[in-house]
């Protein structure tokens, strides 16, 4: 019994990195209707940018996936989290249910434990959605975690850089600063398994950085999601990126400790 109490809780605070943000807008000038084909409509990614008119920071975004009117995936990492919830979920899978203007997402963590998201969709077209957005957190059948948030904008991304990552890129920040940067040139080599290694040079070779373990990442659509442990510290920086041929950008909206926003920006160019 106490096992599974331990097993329960721990998934519990896993279920945590599916509360995100959420999305509503005023319905008055664009009312849902069964003539808008939400079905069909919804298909695709789609991604948070803003809540209530503010731009929201890049290490809160996540992307949710519909690939049919009953199947969807959702990518998110969350800053907070512990040994015992990592709030790391890669292409996370739900079911979908769609109801008139309302879409429900349902995932089941363990036989305990259910996830579900619901959008009360008030306006989509083929490149933004906005709604009203509600997380449940079922244990046992019983609520334990609600999370209810208005006023987020979501926008759809045809590109899907999961695969054209993969390689070893070169580069630097373009930008006045950014938060775990030297000021240096670095190497990145991304690998299909998930993982990546992190470059310093030495002298005129490039040699793996001896301080970084785990080094995980994840890509879904324009989202680049990374971990990494430094001298017993986890760390995580999520990225919007671009990629054409062997030009790779990245840029993300940070926050001081003052609260203060900057962008910071990386360019770097494919090596063999």
């Not at 919830?85 to 203007?101: C, K, L, P």
């Not at 449940?136 to 975690?145: K, Q, R």
Request: proline share 3%.
């Amino acid at each position: 019994m106490k096992r599974m109490i331990h097993w329960m809780l721990a998934a519990i605070l896993i279920c945590g990195a599916s509360v995100f943000i959420s999305c509503t807008s005023d319905t008055s000038d664009n009312p849902v209707t069964p003539d808008l084909n939400l079905s069909e409509k919804i298909i695709g990614k789609w991604m948070p940018v803003d809540a209530d008119g503010h731009p929201l920071l890049t290490n809160v975004k996540n992307v949710t996936t519909f690939l049919s009117a009953t199947k969807a995936t959702v990518s998110t990492s969350r800053s907070e989290h512990t040994s015992e919830a990592v709030r790391w979920n890669a292409y996370r899978e739900y079911a979908v249910e769609i109801d008139g203007g309302k879409v429900i997402l349902t995932s089941m963590v363990n036989d305990f434990v259910k996830l579900v998201e619901e959008y009360d969709i008030s306006y989509i077209s083929s490149t933004e959605m906005r709604c009203d957005y509600k997380h449940t957190t079922f244990v046992n059948g019983n609520p334990v975690t609600v999370a209810v948030e208005n006023g987020v904008r979501f926008v759809k991304t045809t590109a899907d850089y999961r695969a054209a990552i993969v390689g070893t890129w070169q580069g630097r920040c373009t930008s006045e600063g950014s938060v775990f940067d030297d000021g240096q040139e670095h190497r990145w080599q991304y690998r299909a398994d998930g993982t990546y290694v992190y470059y310093v040079k030495d002298g005129d070779s490039w040699v793996p950085y001896e301080g970084n373990t785990l080094n995980e990442y994840f890509v879904d659509g324009t989202l680049l999601c990374t971990r990494w442990i430094d001298q017993g510290q986890e760390n995580r920086e999520w990225w919007e990126i671009t990629i054409a041929a062997d030009r790779m950008n990245w840029t993300a909206l940070r926050q001081n400790p003052d609260g203060t926003t900057f962008t910071a920006t990386f360019e770097m160019t494919k090596v063999e």
